[in-house]
T-cell receptor, first 112, second 115 residues
Framework: DAKTTQPPSMDCAEGRAANLPCNHSTISGNEYVYWYRQIHSQGPQYIIHGLKNNETNEMASLIITEDRKSSTLILPHATLRDTAVYYCIAGGSGGSNYKLTFGKGTLLTVNP | EADIYQTPRYLVIGTGKKITLECSQTMGHDKMYWYQQDPGMELHLIHYSYGVNSTEKGDLSSESTVSRIRTEHFPLTLESARPSHTSQYLC??????????????FGEGSWLTVV
């Protein structure tokens, strides 16, 4: 898996968009960008993933730069329940040797 | 919602005891994983499996062992627990397909305290 760099913590006001950045400058052409989050004491939860194009689902949007060296996870209307550690992972080309390596992530705190 | 279950959720045991953490998934996933996470720290992969009768060591060395006799079941065993084994253990699974990335689904975790 390519190494990723995320800020250790971020704050966001409730109802506002939360934009979480991630650098993955060593990502290879067939590696995906994944985002997971972990709410305190629970197992990580899958959010979204992408390869080249921007992606959107019911939870979030993923914006990947054209050179694929960085990405941003967007929570459009953050709620208090979105307070969690968010992990950005670059890897997993879909082969049988695939496994995820979690870093330290970003602790997002949504404030009322 | 992911259908992956871990038992027990919380366990306090004495030093030297043998324990088995159970993990089952009903999604028919070939790949299963065990991660270890100390409070406030990173997740570390300790074991994974590609399928029945397949087990591999993860990135972090662990004194635990695993087995995969059935697709849906991936138990983790500590033959002689020590206080240093106190941690949260997270089980996960994913499909082995060639599709666009393999989403990993996690269980709720098992909190082990060895006294």
């Amino acid at each position: 898996d390519a190494k990723t760099t995320q800020p250790p913590s971020m704050d966001c006001a409730e109802g506002r968009a939360a934009n979480l950045p991630c650098n993955h400058s060593t990502i290879s052409g067939n590696e995906y960008v994944y985002w997971y989050r972990q709410i305190h004491s629970q197992g990580p939860q899958y959010i979204i993933h992408g390869l080249k194009n921007n992606e959107t689902n019911e939870m979030a949007s993923l914006i990947i730069t054209e050179d694929r060296k960085s990405s941003t996870l967007i929570l459009p209307h953050a709620t208090l329940r979105d307070t969690a550690v968010y992990y950005c992972i670059a890897g997993g080309s879909g082969g049988s040797n695939y496994k995820l390596t979690f870093g330290k992530g970003t602790l997002l705190t949504v404030n009322p | 919602e992911a259908d992956i279950y871990q038992t027990p959720r919380y366990l306090v045991i004495g030093t030297g005891k043998k324990i088995t953490l159970e993990c089952s998934q009903t999604m028919g996933h070939d790949k299963m994983y065990w991660y270890q996470q100390d409070p406030g720290m990173e997740l570390h992969l300790i074991h994974y499996s590609y399928g029945v009768n397949s087990t591999e060591k993860g990135d972090l060395s662990s004194e635990s062992t695993v087995s995969r006799i059935r697709t849906e079941h991936f138990p983790l065993t500590l033959e002689s627990a020590r206080p240093s084994h106190t941690s949260q253990y997270l089980c996960a699974s994913s499909s082995l397909g060639q599709g666009p990335g393999n989403t990993i689904y996690f269980g709720e975790g098992s909190w082990l305290t060895v006294v």
